[in-house]
Structures are given as structure tokens and as C-alpha cells.
């Protein structure tokens, strides 16, 4: 028998056996910070927007929808009963890993925030602060650390592997703090994941379409995997998940298997969008480079860049030295 380990902190697990309308219920945690983060950014988001409308630039109503329905996502997922049921539910805590991770991430860099920032934000007084230390960051070593494949992929194996099959989440996730630092921690890679891949605005490098590809075809399928583990596992794998309350009249293995199917099946529509606007974009990118040299070709900018590119070669002889310098030492 698998020892759960006490919840401790202030957890409020609601009372009814768990349903869908259960979890859609009005019954916060008592500290809602998640939530919380998701109205203020929703409101710095639409104050960004509505100062585009003064100054006369336009912003496509698209990204808003995007980005306002990524931070609803997340208010509902962790500020609605299905908060309480996923300290004891694998099922309900399943569901909110993958919505943090595989949905709302898209949602909100598709709504691109950073450009908005950049555009929206007043080039004075605090305005000009916040551009400087948003410009710095970008441009940081850290975030060309955090943003390469080469970290982001590692990351998100450790967010299902690592923390579903060794006792991290039974440890962390038995107390609010530790809870609530695991969502925060869903939520961050899947942005570092996406970011690159979908990211219109700045970034301190810009991968190329079969890089970003790459990502897409390695990190993509990985949630697929622990799916499978979870749904042929034939004793509960999470001790935190072992013992629900007896109110709420759960059959632990049905569930084990509910939230194996979800890892299985519920990234795969949110996946298959982000690689359709993938395609989209590398066509469009191609169709653009296309024309532009074709127009070069007809122009004549062939031809003369052939020619500029073959008298530089000919100012250079054997020994890497040119003609100018050789009959003048001194220059």
C-alpha cells in the first residue's frame, strides 16, 4: 500500500464527488494567485489595446481573442473547483498540467504580448523604464539559454517524466506552496517551449523554420508516452493520488487511467492547430522569399550582385593581399 503524504498549507478540497459540474463550480483556494495573475494580465493586455486605438494604429481583434482567452483558461482552470479536486484527483490535476502547458501558452504568444508591449508602451518617463528593462532582458545571455532546444527540451521531459514517475510530485505537491509552484512551473516551459516556434515579435535569436520544426516533431509527441505509462499501470503510480477523500467515491486505478488517457489524447487538437499555423507561416515565408528574388532577378540585381561579388575576388591575389596594397607598402 502506497503511504499518501499529508496535505498541508491552506487547501480546501471541496466536498462533492467530482464532476464536471462539480469542478466548474465557484469554490476558490485561499490563495487564488494564479487567478489573480490571470485578471491583471488580462487588464494590462486590454490597456495596451485600447492605448493602440488613441494613438490611430490598428491591432488585430485575432491576437486579442487569443491572448484574453489564454488568461480565461487560466483563471478557470486554477481558479474554479477543479483547483481543490487536483490536490487528491490525478484525473483533475492531469487536466490542469496540460492546459497550463499545451494551451495556454499558444494562446497567449499567438496574441503577441511582446510586440504589444513595444508598440503600446510610452517611449518616456516610466514607459521608457520598462522598454529598457524588457530590451535588456531580451537580450540577455539567460535568455538565449532559457529560449534554446537544447534546455527547453529537457524541461519539458522533466514536467511528465521526472515528475510523475519518481516521488517529486508527492513531495512538492502535498503542500499549497509547492502546488502552486508546480503550476507555475507547467506554465513557464510550455511558454519557453512555444515561444520560439510561434513568436512573431524580438527574440535574442530567431531559429530557423526546420529548427523550429525540429522542436515541434521532438516535444510534441513526449506527453503521448507517460499517457500510455499511466493507462497500463496496474497500481497507482502517485501516492498523492492513492487515498481520495471517501466522499468523493473514487475508484483510484479507473482514475490513474482517466488522466493517462487525457496525457494521451488532449494535447494532440492543440498540437495539430500550432503545427497548421506552423506550415502556414514557413509557406508564407517562402512565398515571400520567392518573390523578392525574383523580383531582384528581373531587376537585374542577379546578374550585378555576380558581378560585385567577382571583382571583390579579383581585388584579392594568391597571397590574401590586394593588388592596391602590394604597389603601395605604405597603405
Not at 510530485?169 to 515561444?195: K, Q, T, Y
Request: with cysteine; glycine share 8%.
Amino acid at each position: 500500500m502506497i503511504a499518501m503524504p499529508p496535505l498541508a498549507g491552506s487547501i480546501h478540497l471541496p466536498d462533492a464527488p467530482p464532476s464536471i459540474g462539480a469542478m466548474l463550480a465557484w469554490n476558490p483556494q485561499h490563495v487564488p494567485l494564479l487567478p489573480v495573475v490571470a485578471i491583471a494580465l488580462a487588464l494590462l493586455y486590454i490597456r495596451g489595446v485600447l492605448r493602440m486605438r488613441e494613438t490611430g494604429r490598428a491591432w488585430a481583434w485575432w491576437r486579442t481573442a487569443s491572448f484574453l482567452s489564454g488568461c480565461l483558461a487560466l483563471f478557470l482552470v486554477t481558479g474554479l473547483a477543479i483547483e481543490g479536486y487536483g490536490f487528491r484527483l490525478f484525473s483533475a490535476w492531469m487536466f490542469q498540467h496540460l492546459t497550463l502547458s499545451m494551451l495556454i501558452p499558444p494562446l497567449w504568444v499567438l496574441g503577441s504580448p511582446g510586440v504589444l508591449l513595444l508598440r503600446a508602451t510610452p517611449h518616456h518617463g516610466v514607459g521608457r523604464l520598462v522598454l529598457g528593462a524588457a530590451l535588456t532582458a531580451l537580450r540577455s545571455r539567460a535568455a538565449r539559454v532559457l529560449l534554446h532546444h537544447g534546455f527547453t527540451i529537457p524541461v519539458f521531459l522533466f514536467s511528465y517524466y521526472a515528475v510523475y514517475l519518481t516521488s517529486i510530485l508527492d513531495v512538492v505537491g502535498s503542500n499549497l506552496a509547492g502546488h502552486l509552484a508546480l503550476e507555475v512551473f507547467f506554465l513557464a516551459g510550455g511558454l519557453l517551449f512555444i515561444v520560439p516556434v510561434l513568436s512573431t515579435g524580438p527574440l535574442p535569436f530567431r531559429q530557423t523554420n526546420l529548427g523550429r520544426f525540429f522542436d515541434l516533431f521532438v516535444e510534441m509527441p513526449l506527453h503521448v508516452f507517460i499517457g500510455v505509462i499511466l493507462m497500463m499501470a496496474s497500481a497507482p503510480m502517485v501516492a498523492l493520488f492513492a487515498d481520495p477523500p471517501a466522499g468523493w467515491n473514487v475508484d483510484v486505478l479507473a482514475d490513474q487511467k482517466l488522466a493517462g488517457g487525457l496525457a494521451w489524447s488532449y494535447g494532440e487538437p492543440v498540437a495539430l492547430i500550432v503545427v497548421l499555423v506552423f506550415a502556414a507561416r514557413w509557406r508564407r515565408d517562402e512565398v515571400r522569399e520567392s518573390s523578392i528574388a525574383e523580383k531582384y532577378d528581373r531587376d537585374g540585381g542577379g546578374s550585378e550582385l555576380l558581378a560585385y561579388n567577382a571583382f571583390l575576388e579579383s581585388l584579392h591575389d594568391k597571397s590574401g593581399k590586394t593588388p592596391y596594397a602590394s604597389e603601395n607598402p605604405k597603405a
